[in-house]
């Protein structure tokens, strides 16, 4: 990598759909709102949706020089770089075998100009397969943070990406529970539509730090697909939750 780059976190979740990408955005924007240089990869080759979130989509990524691709500047202090942005239609799955899936994960760690950065996030592929394998072997020194929902089904898979993240010897800054409980909007009460509590259990029965519980919360949903992140959101109870976690990973480095 030709730039000075502090920290790299790869952001991985077992199974996919548990809030990954969303858990990535938010924490990349906190961290730029923060005043820090805040690179966001977008690695997830099937399902790369950050641009859609960070309302980016429409944008063109330029090539120069040996190949070196210029990310999208999100604002003055986060740059974004998405797979999204090399496949002409948005409805268009890639169906690369693995080698040429490889190169593209390859050309998209090693030739972006990204200038110097604080933080280096990747929106890892979920699962435990070759490409999340392949990110984490191109990124040396590269730590995990792995995302969880509260199902035995999910919290299962999660399981399986924290022992990956070991196996690799990646550090893990930690866990983060997505989808923890619902606030009903009319009595006040927590309803835990997919139980709770499960990620903390599985954080300490494999000795790593939980980092904590962000709720399911409708406006999430409708942030992502608006592209305006909902930690940008000053009255959302939520987006001091992804703040907060993001003073947390400030405090691991
Ligand atoms: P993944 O990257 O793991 O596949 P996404 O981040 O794309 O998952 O999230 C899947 C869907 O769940 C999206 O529609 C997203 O808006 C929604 N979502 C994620 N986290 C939450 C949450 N805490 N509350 C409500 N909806 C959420």
Redesign the pocket.
């Given at each position: 990598m030709p730039n000075e780059i502090k920290n790299v976190l790869l952001v991985f979740?077992g199974?996919?759909?548990?809030?990954?990408?969303?858990?990535?955005?938010n924490l990349a924007v906190a961290l730029s709102q923060k005043g820090l240089r805040v690179g966001l990869l977008d690695a997830?080759i099937h399902?790369p949706?950050l641009a859609l979130?960070l309302g980016v989509q429409d944008k063109e990524t330029l090539s120069y020089g040996e190949d070196l691709i210029m990310p999208i500047e999100v604002n003055e202090n986060l740059f974004l770089i998405s797979v999204s942005y090399l496949i002409p239609e948005t409805d268009t799955p890639i169906i690369w075998r693995g080698p040429a899936k490889m190169k593209l994960i390859e050309k998209f760690v090693n030739q972006i100009d990204w200038g110097d950065l604080d933080y280096l996030i990747v929106?890892a592929p979920?699962g435990t397969g070759d490409e999340p394998l392949s990110i984490a072997q191109l990124l040396p020194g590269a730590k995990a943070v792995v995302?969880t929902t509260p199902q035995d089904v999910s919290l299962l898979d999660s399981m399986k990406a924290i022992n990956f993240a070991k196996k690799l010897k990646l550090e893990i800054v930690g866990l983060i529970e997505?989808?923890?409980g619902?606030k009903c909007p009319h009595c006040g009460k927590i309803v835990d539509l997919f139980k709770s509590g499960g990620g903390e259990k599985i954080a300490q029965k494999y000795g790593i730090p939980f980092l904590g519980a962000?709720?399911?919360?409708?406006?999430?949903?409708?942030?992502?697909?608006s592209g305006h992140p909902i930690v940008k959101d000053n009255d959302s109870s939520?987006a001091k939750i992804f703040l907060s976690l993001a003073d947390i990973i400030i405090k691991d480095k």
């Open positions: 979740s199974k996919g759909g548990v809030g990954k990408s969303t858990v990535a955005t997830d399902g949706n979130m929106d979920p995302i997505n989808m923890s619902y962000i709720p399911i919360d409708p406006k999430v949903v409708i942030s992502g697909d939520t």
